[in-house]
């Protein structure tokens, strides 16, 4: 009996995922938990696994399609069976349009039926379909025919799909711009922001809109930190990361202020009796915040071990859901570069998180008045005013300041 397969809900913001490619055809024989295809949604790119056996007899979609959550992209059997007809909750796969990484708004009266993208027929699409046509020139069948029809070397059109793909709007702003410029006119370049960017952009613009911040800021004496990292190298010799020794701090400042380890949820906090700590890692031109587990059961160099890990991972964009969901508070670092202090924006519904800045050499004076030159590293807390008053995160922050400066 014929099985369907439908796309699963892949996270918590958003029901839809690009298609990037088949990673199976028509014909193929299909084991349970095997990858059928790969996909990006709002936080990464992952496999999506068959839950059955059995022969592939249709596969719907085409890549750099938008699928939503239901809809069934796979229907497996015997072989030779009848393909049943498709299942009326399952619509088709939708291109993605520029706005947006949804489905594309209907098209306005002055738009002609040519320029409005159609959507993808339900029909069976071999794994090759965004096959390299030069080096770091990736692009989808329909994408290459409206490039040969307008003349264009798709090596000169940047692509903003997962791992570079070149969509079909990417081909159409640099048709404009071309036409722009053969036309004499100064055209600004237009950069279309990944499905994972234009989340972050709601994400971000939500919690400044919607959340009452307020911050507050410390000077921690950074001396006995770097004394620390100089004494306790990796095994290959390399220095720990600052922000291991920041998330163990943090996680136990968190512990001792467990009101602001947690989530706002209208009438309550949920609070969580583990530091599930989220630090944020870009990758290329994209944010990402991948959790650290119970970081107040961990010693630093787990934590730096774990964290190398993530970052790895993050760059070469194979973070899982699982590595990125649950964060109850957030650490963001720009230390490496020279800031010195910043305030962050909430990772809402969190109610806390705490941006360093680099660490300086200061003179400063001793506690007998004489003067000398202190390591000095600012840490910048952003609270949400809904849930933790001025008090209770100044404590906070001063826990924090002192478990870095007597505890190491």
């Not at 939708?94 to 039926?113: F, I, L, Y």
């Not at 040969?148 to 640099?174: F, P």
């Not at 959340?211 to 000077?219: D, G, Q, W």
Request: with cysteine.
């Amino acid at each position: 009996m014929a099985v369907e397969i439908p796309m699963p809900r892949l996270s918590q913001t958003t029901d839809e995922v690009r298609l990037i490619r088949w990673l199976v055809k028509e014909g193929d024989g299909v084991r349970k938990g095997q990858a059928l295809c790969e996909v990006e949604n709002d936080k990464t790119t992952m496999e999506v696994e068959s839950f059955a056996a059995g022969t592939v007899l249709r596969l719907a979609g085409q890549p750099d399609s938008v699928i939503s959550a239901g809809t069934v992209i796979a229907v497996l059997g015997e072989p030779g069976e009848r393909v049943p007809a498709a299942s009326g909750a399952a619509g088709p796969a939708v291109p993605a349009a520029a706005g947006g990484a949804g489905r594309p708004p209907p098209a306005g009266p002055a738009e002609s039926a040519a320029s409005a993208p159609s959507p993808a027929r339900p029909s069976a699409v071999p794994p090759a379909g965004a096959e390299p046509l030069a080096p770091g020139a990736r692009a989808t069948p329909l994408v290459r025919n409206l490039a040969r029809k307008h003349g264009v070397d798709l090596a000169q059109v940047r692509g903003t799909g997962a791992r570079g793909l070149i969509t079909r709007e990417d081909l159409e702003d640099w048709l404009r711009d071309r036409a722009a410029g053969a036309g004499g006119a100064a055209m600004p370049s237009s950069i279309p922001l990944s499905a994972h960017q234009k989340a972050v952009a709601r994400a971000v613009t939500a919690a400044k809109t919607q959340v009452p911040h307020y911050y507050l800021k410390t000077r921690v004496f950074a001396d006995r930190l770097l004394a620390w990292r100089a004494a306790n190298r990796r095994a290959d010799g390399g220095a720990v990361a600052i922000d291991a020794l920041l998330v163990w701090a943090c996680a136990r400042a968190l512990l001792r202020h467990p009101r602001l380890n947690g989530t706002f949820a209208g009438q309550r906090i949920l609070a969580s009796p583990q530091a599930n700590i989220g630090v944020a890692v870009a990758a290329g031109e994209e944010l990402h915040v991948p959790v650290i587990r119970r970081a107040e059961s961990k010693d630093i160099r787990e934590i730096d071990r774990e964290l190398a890990s993530l970052a790895a991972r993050a760059q070469a964009g194979r973070l899982g859901l699982d590595e990125l969901a649950g964060g109850t508070f957030t650490l963001t670092n720009l230390g490496m570069y020279p800031v010195e202090e910043f305030a962050a924006v909430l990772n809402a519904p969190q109610l806390a998180i705490v941006a360093a800045g680099r660490i300086r050499k200061e003179l400063a004076v001793a506690e007998d008045e004489s003067l000398r030159v202190r390591a000095v590293l600012t840490l910048t807390g952003s609270f949400d005013h809904r849930a933790v008053n001025g008090a209770q995160g100044a404590a906070f922050l001063a826990e924090i300041k002192r478990i870095l400066e007597e505890e190491l």
